[in-house]
C-alpha cells in the first residue's frame, strides 16, 4: 500500500538554526500538507500546497516557514532560524484530491529545537 | 467556542464496552468530517469519513447532526487495540484547512 514518508525522523538543533524536514508523498497525489503538533496538544495546520504553489497557509507560517517541491518527488519544509517554541512532531500529508477529502500522513518528523 | 471541541478524556472502559464520543464544531458552513485515530506519538490515521445519514464500519458508527453541528462516534465491543486517541476533524471550504479537535483519550482495559 502506498505511503507517505518523511525523513528524518528526529533532529535535534540549535536555537537559530535552519532545519529542512523532507517528506516523499504519495505518487499520484496532487495535495501536500504539513502540519505541526506540540506535544499534548492538537494537530495544526501550517500549509498546503497545490500546482506548485500554496494554495492556504496558517498564522503560524510565518516568513521564517518556507516550503518547496524541488522536484517530482519531494516536498520539503524548511525553518528558517528555528526557535524554542518550534520544537514539535511535523507531520506532512497528502490527498489525490482537494483539502476536504481524505489526507494520508507521514510517520512525522520529530524536532527539538535546544 | 472552540472551533472543534471534544468530549474531554480519557475514557476508561473494560474490553468489551460500548463507548459513545461526541464533538461539536462552531463553522455552520463545514462540509466534510472526520475521525482519524492517533496512537502515542504517531501520525493520525483516517478511521471513517462521517456522511450525512450516518454510517457504519463494523463496530464503528458516525453520526452528522448538521442542525447542531454535531459529530458521534460509537464504538462497539471494543478491544484493547481500540486504546488511541480519538481526533474528530472538520473541512469548511471557506477556510480551506482541516479544523482539529485536542482528541478524547480511550483506554481499553483487559
Known amino acids: 500500500e502506498p505511503e507517505v514518508t518523511q525523513t528524518p525522523s528526529h533532529q535535534v538543533t540549535q536555537m537559530g538554526q535552519e532545519v529542512i524536514l523532507r517528506c516523499v508523498p504519495i505518487?499520484?497525489?496532487?495535495?501536500f500538507y504539513w502540519y505541526r503538533q506540540i506535544l499534548g496538544q492538537k494537530v495544526e495546520f501550517l500549509v498546503s500546497?497545490?500546482?506548485?504553489?500554496?494554495?492556504?497557509k496558517s498564522e503560524i507560517f510565518d516568513d521564517q516557514f518556507s516550503v518547496e517541491r524541488p522536484d517530482g518527488s519531494n516536498f520539503t519544509l524548511k525553518i528558517r532560524s528555528t526557535k524554542l517554541e518550534d520544537s514539535a512532531m511535523y507531520f506532512c500529508?497528502?490527498?489525490?484530491?482537494?483539502?476536504?477529502?481524505?489526507?494520508?500522513f507521514g510517520p512525522g518528523t520529530r524536532l527539538l529545537v535546544l | 467556542r472552540k472551533e472543534v471541541e471534544q468530549d474531554p478524556g480519557p475514557f476508561n472502559v473494560p474490553e468489551g464496552a460500548t463507548v459513545a464520543f461526541n464533538c461539536t464544531y462552531s463553522n455552520s458552513a463545514s462540509q466534510s468530517f472526520f475521525w482519524y485515530r492517533q496512537d502515542c506519538r504517531k501520525e493520525p490515521k483516517l478511521l471513517m469519513s462521517?456522511?450525512?445519514?450516518?454510517n457504519e464500519d463494523g463496530r464503528f458508527t458516525a453520526q452528522l447532526n448538521r442542525a447542531s453541528q454535531y459529530i458521534s462516534l460509537l464504538i462497539r465491543d471494543s478491544k484493547l487495540s481500540d486504546s488511541a486517541t480519538y481526533l474528530c476533524v472538520v473541512y469548511a471550504g471557506n477556510n480551506r484547512k482541516l479544523i482539529w479537535g485536542l482528541g478524547t483519550s480511550l483506554a481499553v482495559n483487559p
Open positions: 505518487s499520484n497525489h496532487l495535495y
Open positions: 500529508a497528502s490527498s489525490d484530491q482537494g483539502v476536504g477529502e481524505t489526507q494520508y
Open positions: 462521517v456522511y450525512s445519514s450516518g
Open positions: 500546497f497545490y500546482n506548485n504553489e500554496i494554495s492556504e
